[in-house]
């Protein structure tokens, strides 16, 4: 099955304590991308990657990083995590031609305290 | 940055037609997009536009736009209550920077 999947989907953490939330697609897509979710404001782009090795920034990129080392999974690293981070992270995949339709994945949710 | 807005709320009777409306500032927009999230779920593509066209029909889904005033708008025909969700309408340039609205959650009354 044609899928995005993402790890954990559920995450309580303290402020500082670095974390990873994995995704990996198994479509063979070449963009892959980070969103956050907050009530009122929609997904806002975090990160977003072209191909391997090939990120970029989005949005709101302070106080995340990303990479791409292969085609597959696209982490999103929160080095030192506050408050304010606290959100529902979704990724997506596409194959980043016409008509650039991202599939999701099912979502993170993550409470920093 | 660019922006796209939508209205937050609408409510519709079952049988009724709903219409969810998004504007956006990016005037060089290439795709514009309308996405369902279920509670619970991620995002699932509905539709998406093409920016040199200006209505686009898939079955109960009627998307019109209107790229002088950058405004683009979702009319679900026959609205039932599985259609109860947010919509989230979104725009590209050629696919690397994605801007979406806040979404407008769509209440079914039966």
């Known amino acids: 099955e044609a899928q995005v999947t993402q790890n954990p989907r559920y995450l309580i953490t303290v402020t500082g304590k670095k974390l990873t939330v994995t995704c990996s697609q198994n479509m063979n897509h070449e963009y892959m991308s980070w969103y956050r979710q907050d009530p009122g404001l929609g997904l806002r782009q975090i990160y977003y990657s072209m191909n391997v090795e090939v990120t970029d920034k989005g949005d709101v990129p302070e106080g995340y990083k990303v990479s791409r080392k292969e085609k597959r999974n696209f982490p999103l690293i929160l080095e030192s995590p506050s408050p304010n981070q606290t959100s529902l992270y979704f990724c997506a995949s596409s194959k980043g031609q016409d008509p650039y339709e991202q599939y999701f994945g099912p979502g993170t949710r993550l409470t920093v305290t | 940055g660019e922006d796209v807005e939508q209205s937050l709320f609408l409510s519709v009777r079952e049988g009724d037609s709903s219409v969810i409306n998004c504007t956006y500032t990016d005037s060089s927009s290439t795709y514009l997009y309308w996405y369902k999230q279920e509670p619970g779920a991620g995002l699932q593509l509905l539709t998406y536009?093409?920016?040199?066209?200006d209505m686009k029909q898939d079955q109960r889904l009627t998307v019109l736009l209107n790229k002088k005033d950058k405004h683009l708008s979702l009319r679900i025909a026959d609205t039932q209550t599985g259609d109860s969700a947010i919509y989230f309408c979104a725009e590209t340039n050629y696919g690397q920077n994605f801007v979406f609205g806040p979404g407008t959650r769509l209440s079914v009354l039966p």
């Open positions: 536009i093409f920016s040199n066209m």
